[in-house]
């Protein structure tokens, strides 16, 4: 029998699996994109050809209070690269940068301090425009949704008269995507209008790639017409945070145009799931605890049939990693937990609702460093070695089981072919 040898990122270190060559269908990784010659071009290029409107500079008047909405310090978004030609353009239109305000779309994040307010927007741009996180002042309450989410936006964003929002756009693991119109929700919104929004999670087609039939995403599109976004600059990065493809103009068909790119990217087409998926969350940081690693998982889970087993290896040396987090995963059954959020959404819950609802339907052995009796009362089977985990889900499911392997499980969708 020929066998595979296989390397995944654990922590700062590795490990090393032997997978037999007629069992494994495959290593699921991102694509290696083209990218543009120039950040600082392709930036420009898409604000000169903008989607669905004129150019910017040819969209706002001089009298006019414009925003401009940026990722906070948690996001991957070149913001320090993304404003300044956004400036110059409103500065050609006659917008003086005393009529400008960048604000942070926080939603329930703590606040940053002056110095990551200034490493986000970069130093030029921080000494001349004002820049404030969504959650220093009040909200203002704009209507409510035909889903029923009250949409309460930061104060400066309700009384702005042109508003635009920058970003990235990657897979979400429930509102689809992000980009766009999620800058303003929940970014600029009340923790009462995020709680609204991401209660609707554990909905039908609430998951990642998915856009028309998804009632997060669809419900913040909702509340960005609501609150008048008029303009998008958003990009799509590489799995080395290098820039892909920019795109600006309609917050609808620019991040439509941004969708495809970060499907051709991120999305991966399998023919048929797998008994088993061997699923690195890929290394530190983003397996430091398993708050962190859940994105891996969800993903890893798209490639595994029902009844079948997902390997997770993520080091979580910070062990669960979030409080609240911890406490509905070690304290209730998975349709505990998935009950519990559907009636009452609490931050924190949501993701152990998002583990519960694949382990209802999946095994899932964790390759860590966390203690063996903390992994068991979160439903999983704790494995100190990979090959003992890849060993276990062999006596599980059968000597003829299917793998596929996810190196990077935090950054690959996989998608069944034809659905």
């Excluded at 420009?44 to 050809?49: G, M, P």
């Excluded at 999983?380 to 190196?407: H, R």
Aim: glycine share 8%.
């Amino acid at each position: 029998m020929t066998w595979n040898g296989i390397t995944l990122k654990y922590g700062t270190s590795e490990l090393k699996v032997e997978v037999p060559s007629a069992k494994l269908l495959g290593v699921l990784v991102p694509s290696e994109p083209e990218l543009p010659p120039s950040e600082t071009d392709e930036i420009e290029r898409a604000l000169d050809n903008p989607t669905g409107t004129p150019r910017l500079e040819e969209m706002v008047e001089p009298w006019m209070k414009v925003v401009i909405m940026a990722s906070d310090i948690t996001r991957p978004s070149p913001t320090s690269k993304l404003l300044p030609p956004l400036l110059r353009r409103l500065e050609k239109a006659g917008v003086k940068d005393s009529q400008i305000t960048v604000v942070f779309g926080m939603g329930i994040h703590r606040a940053h301090t002056e110095e990551e307010k200034k490493i986000l927007v970069g130093e030029d741009v921080f000494a001349r425009i004002k820049c404030v996180d969504s959650i220093e002042g009040d909200f203002v309450y704009i209507g409510t949704t035909s889903r029923g989410t009250p949409v309460e936006v930061a104060r400066p964003v309700a009384e702005c008269d042109f508003l635009i929002a920058t970003g990235n756009v990657e897979y979400h693991y429930f509102a689809g995507y992000s980009g766009g119109a999620k800058a303003v929700i929940p970014g600029a919104c009340s923790r009462r209008t995020v709680e609204a929004n991401h209660s609707m999670q554990l909905m039908p087609g609430a998951e990642a790639g998915s856009y028309d039939q998804n009632p997060v995403r669809q419900d913040i599109e909702e509340a960005a017409r609501m609150v008048g976004l008029d303009f998008i600059l958003n990009v799509v990065l590489d799995p080395s945070k290098r820039t892909v493809r920019a795109v600006a103009g309609d917050p609808l068909s620019a991040h439509a145009e941004a969708r495809k790119v970060t499907d051709l990217v991120y999305g991966v087409e399998i023919p048929r799931r797998a008994d088993i998926a061997i699923a690195s969350a890929g290394g530190r940081p983003k397996d430091l605890n398993f708050y962190q690693a859940q994105k891996a998982l969800e993903n890893a889970a798209y490639a595994v049939r029902e009844g079948g087993v997902v390997i997770l290896v993520a080091e979580c040396p910070e062990g669960l990693g979030e409080p609240t987090f911890e406490k509905y995963m070690t304290g209730m059954e998975p349709d505990e937990i998935v009950e519990s959020i559907r009636r009452k959404f609490v931050l924190g819950g949501h993701k152990a609702a998002a583990v519960a609802r694949i382990l209802r339907q999946k095994d899932v052995y964790l390759v860590s460093s966390m203690d063996g009796e903390t992994v068991r009362k979160c439903k999983m089977k704790p494995f100190p070695e990979l090959c003992e985990a890849l060993d276990a889900a062999f006596s599980a499911l059968g000597p003829d089981a299917t793998v596929w392997v996810m190196p990077y499980a935090g950054s690959t969708v996989p998608r069944l072919r034809g659905s």
